[in-house]
């Protein structure tokens, strides 16, 4: 009998489990303090909102994606379990590797957008002491969007970061402290030249909504509510790749609640008011960090800025968006891939998706890029949730998740209704997807289903969740009482 299992899969036994509370709330706060997070909010203001609307979204959006995470974290909190494992009970075993690979496909994506912003940071420095390399002849087609002295340093840093997967994951600890020194001190430091060249957060927090109407405002509020909910729908999916070194579910409850919302908060703050100022000072709004620190004046100031932005990015690299989909990848061929294999995919795949283009503005980042990725991944929620709680009361054989021919084997590994159920949540968000890039007119869409592409995140979820439930509660022959 074939075993669908490794080191990197296998369930934490309930000695290995040692994370507290404060493990969980520094987990976030780690996560929150990095560079999309301020571009996130920072796009807000770009978009046209004012400081307290994007404030109350980001919250809100935190907020909401907060109870999906909790409730996917219980599984891993219980059983020990990784995400790819705990995705074997709705899909089947074998069926886990659709889920597995498409929140690994967009790890890819944010591992590239993580590499581009450290590769920017230090062109930013080379081009302050050598001009001549920012005016490089061209290399690449027009149509990649790419100039050839970011992408030279673009490569070069995701090279160093292929490299720190070679050595192991262990080699990234030391970054990490740095990071949790360095990035709340940039921050603060970021803010204070915020408030005193934009002479005091009145001129700041008085620039007014760019929203002519309520009606403009609305029809962008809820597409950024949902970008908002789908900058975590990743982690909201592999919470338990986390959760299953927890002492307890208090912990990762309790940790997670005091944590994720309030950071992402606080930093995206920090973001907007900076992105604010950026309009008083320099007459128009710089909502990338990067690109605003390429513009002080003291070269030595800018060299240990980007220098300092390169290295906790490379951190956050690492640990956000390397050890998840290296999970993921391993579990479709657990005796073959490993962590720097998973790795080495996760690198070659977050190249090319062109990441400089998912940024390139703000209209991008939350249309094409955080919503786009919430439509997949709101629906593997809602079967996940559905299954775990409705269908089997939380019970798993955790046995039975890594073997064939068990009561999660369902047809040759593949719970053909779980698929449905996906397919028919993603579904609804195609056509707005393909108007919202161009490839399909939006008058040949009924303006409607168009609309839905809006709340891609919500739609998926309660489709696919609904349509699970409906379909399986009738079919409770593979449920049994859980071994624990």
Request: glycine share 8%; aromatic share 14%; net charge positive.
């Amino acid at each position: 009998m074939r075993i669908y299992t490794n080191e990197d899969l296998a369930a934490v036994a309930p000695a290995g489990r040692h994370w507290n509370t404060w493990n969980f709330a520094a987990l976030w706060i780690s996560m929150s303090l990095c560079i999309p997070t301020y571009m996130l909010s920072s796009s807000l203001i770009e978009g046209g909102m004012n400081w307290w609307q994007a404030i109350l979204t980001v919250f809100l959006g935190n907020t909401i994606v907060l109870i999906p995470m909790v409730l996917n974290g219980h599984a891993g909190a219980r059983y020990g379990i990784p995400f790819p494992v705990f995705a074997r009970a709705s899909f089947g075993v074998r069926g886990a590797n659709i889920p597995a690979i498409l929140r690994a496909i967009v790890a890819c994506g944010w591992f590239g957008i993580q590499t581009w912003i450290g590769g920017f940071a230090i062109f930013q420095i080379v081009k302050l002491w050598i001009p001549a390399f920012g005016t490089l002849p061209a290399l690449f087609p027009g149509w990649m969007g790419l100039e050839t002295g970011p992408a030279i340093t673009f490569l070069l840093f995701w090279a160093l970061n292929m490299f720190v997967v070679y050595l192991g994951v262990d080699s990234i600890k030391k970054l990490l402290v740095f990071k949790a020194v360095f990035l709340p001190v940039a921050a603060l430091s970021l803010l204070a030249w915020a408030i005193v060249a934009a002479k005091g957060l009145g001129p700041i927090l008085s620039q007014p909504s760019k929203f002519e109407t309520s009606g403009h405002f609305w029809t962008f509020f809820f597409p950024a509510l949902t970008g908002m909910v789908g900058f975590w729908a990743t982690l909201s999916l592999n919470i338990p790749d986390f959760t299953r070194y927890a002492r307890s579910q208090r912990d990762q409850v309790v940790g997670q609640a005091i944590a994720l919302p309030a950071s992402m908060t606080i930093f995206a703050f920090i973001g907007v008011v900076v992105t604010s100022a950026t309009a008083i000072v320099f007459g128009t709004m710089i909502w990338d960090p990067v690109v605003l620190a390429g513009k002080f004046e003291s070269p030595l100031l800018v060299t240990f800025a980007m220098l300092a932005v390169a290295i906790s990015t490379l951190a956050t690299n690492i640990a956000a968006n390397i050890v998840s989909p290296a999970n993921d990848f391993s579990n479709l061929a657990p005796a073959k891939i490993n962590f720097q294999v998973g790795g080495y995919i996760t690198g070659v795949l977050g190249i090319v998706i062109l990441p400089w283009k998912l940024i390139a503005d703000p209209t991008g980042y939350i249309f094409n890029w955080l919503i786009a990725y919430s439509s997949l991944l709101g629906p593997i929620g809602g079967i996940l949730i559905a299954d775990y709680y409705f269908i089997r009361k939380k019970e798993l054989v955790v046995e039975e998740l890594y073997r064939e021919n068990s009561r999660y084997w369902y047809s040759n590994g593949f719970n053909h209704v779980a698929v449905l159920a996906m397919v028919l949540g993603i579904a609804p968000n195609v056509p707005g997807f393909l108007t919202t890039i161009g490839i399909i007119p939006k008058d040949a869409i009924w303006p409607f289903v168009n609309s839905l592409y809006h709340y891609a995140w919500f739609v998926g979820f309660i489709i696919s969740a609904t349509t699970y439930y409906s379909l399986t509660k009738g079919q409770l022959r593979n449920v049994a009482p859980a071994n624990a």
